[in-house]
Structure formats: structure tokens, C-alpha cells
């Protein structure tokens, strides 16, 4: 059984800046891509930042310059940090995975979402 864990949501001041923390944990072989999604009421989850095995980055137009993405494969964590939010960045954060266990294929999982809210 594989879980994530997330952590750091919350509440801040419009400008100000939060870090989300995910761990995986549970029948761990290998992590290939690691990332952050988000969704906001009302509409549609959608990619904020991914990681892949290699650390190259993927970011979302609306994030790119103020969040930065990073894992530390040695923890199976993977971190979002966000600078200079925005109240277009209140929505609830999800972390993903593609988890591989005991040698069969890979499996997308996700966590269980972490709220995070900015205030104008």
C-alpha cells in the first residue's frame, strides 16, 4: 500500500508565501514523475508544477517565476515552493506520483489535497 502525505497549506496574506511538503510512504520500488495539481471551486484540476526522475520542470504559465518545484529522492518528498501568491492561487493543492511496487507498472497516486487560501 502506497500513501502520500501532504503538508503546509493554509492561510496567507496576498504577496505572501507558503511550502508544501508531500512524502510518500508504504510498498516503494521506484517514483518517476512527482508533482502538484491544484483545484480551485468550481472548476477543473489542472497541473500546477511536476518534477520528473531526472529533476527537469514543468510549470504551469500561471506559476512560472513564483513557484519553484524540488524532491529529494532519498525521502521520497517532493516540495512546492510559492512565492508572491496571489488570491487566484487559493484552491486546494494535491500532490501526485507515479509509484512503482515490487517490480509491476507504474501506478498514478494521489494525496489526500491540503488547503491553501489568499486573502487580498
Known amino acids: 500500500q502506497v500513501q502520500l502525505v501532504e503538508s503546509g497549506g493554509g492561510w496567507v496574506q496576498s504577496g505572501g508565501s507558503l511550502r508544501l511538503s508531500c512524502t510518500a510512504s508504504g510498498s516503494i520500488g521506484r517514483i518517476n514523475v512527482m508533482g502538484w495539481y491544484r483545484q480551485a471551486p468550481g472548476k477543473e484540476r489542472e497541473l500546477v508544477a511536476l518534477v520528473r526522475t531526472g529533476s527537469s520542470t514543468t510549470y504551469a504559465d500561471s506559476v512560472k517565476g513564483r513557484f519553484s518545484i524540488s524532491r529529494d529522492n532519498a525521502k521520497n518528498t517532493v516540495s512546492l515552493q510559492m512565492n508572491s501568491l496571489k488570491p487566484e492561487d487559493t484552491a486546494v493543492y494535491y500532490c501526485?506520483?507515479?509509484?512503482?511496487?515490487?517490480?509491476?507498472?507504474?501506478?498514478?497516486?494521489w494525496g489526500q489535497g491540503t488547503r491553501v487560501t489568499v486573502s487580498s
Open positions: 501526485n506520483a507515479e509509484i512503482q511496487s515490487s517490480g509491476r507498472s507504474y501506478i498514478n497516486y
